[in-house]
């Protein structure tokens, strides 16, 4: 059970990656999701709220954070590239989709692709399985397995007990968009992505907030009536990484 969680995000690389740091304001414990770069970044606000900050937040918090887990939607590089640093700084378990193993064993070439350079790829120590909940300390995960943009990729649902629950969509929504289907190692099925898409979120709560892994907040009431992706307007390969 969480009451007004709060959620801070910071923007991330070149690439402008969403990284979430989420703490259950009564006991401070605090996942963070996607934590793909600037760990030290992350790590200096998490411990002495020092150096440069979140980009936005929702419920303020003040208090200490414990970080308990670390988070995972998709094993594209600008997600979890740096888990590695975050997992040797906080030594806590880290979780991602089995079928995106393969993927995050490519991270360090994926990343030389784009001119980045990440550590040696990190390996999860729990595997999320699809309609799974995870609680951490009263943050309560529900996992949602949606292949197409990568084949592991999921969707994190945050229950919430007082306001709209919170989803945690990686690069499977955007803001009037769907995640990219042509990047290499990720097995991307754009037909199989906008079917999941239909199938596992459009049954979420209208007023669910999401957290894209890329560009501004939306929510699922807001894609499902205007998504041009989701609803046939539009084709191509999607947006973003």
Not at 205 to 216: A, L
Request: net charge negative; hydrophobic share 35%; glycine share 10%.
């Amino acid at each position: 059970m969480v009451f007004s969680p709060n959620i801070e995000h910071f923007f991330v690389t070149a690439l402008q990656q969403r990284c979430s740091v989420v703490t259950n304001p009564l006991n401070g414990a605090t996942v963070i999701i996607d934590g793909g770069g600037e760990p030290e970044r992350i790590i200096d606000w998490i411990e002495s709220q020092s150096g440069s900050g979140p980009d936005f937040e929702i419920n303020a918090y003040n208090g200490e954070k414990r970080v308990i887990a670390l988070l995972n939607t998709h094993a594209h590089f600008d997600h979890s590239g740096h888990i590695p640093d975050l997992k040797e700084k906080y030594q806590v378990p880290w979780y991602l989709h089995a079928d995106d193993a393969f993927l995050q064993s490519k991270a360090q070439l994926s990343a030389r692709r784009w001119g980045f350079e990440v550590p040696e790829p990190a390996i999860a120590d729990v595997e999320w399985k699809h309609g799974e909940e995870h609680e951490f300390e009263g943050l309560k995960f529900e996992i949602i397995h949606t292949p197409g943009h990568t084949l592991g990729g999921c969707c994190l649902l945050l229950h919430v007990d007082d306001g709209p629950d919170h989803l945690f969509a990686g690069d499977t929504l955007f803001q009037g968009s769907v995640g990219r289907t042509d990047l290499p190692d990720s097995g991307g099925d754009m037909d199989l992505l906008i079917r999941m898409i239909k199938e596992r979120l459009w049954i979420l709560n209208d007023d669910t907030i999401v957290h894209p892994g890329h560009g501004p907040l939306t929510t699922i009431s807001h894609e499902k009536t205007t998504n041009p992706f989701v609803n046939g307007h539009q084709t191509g390969r999607g947006a973003w990484m």
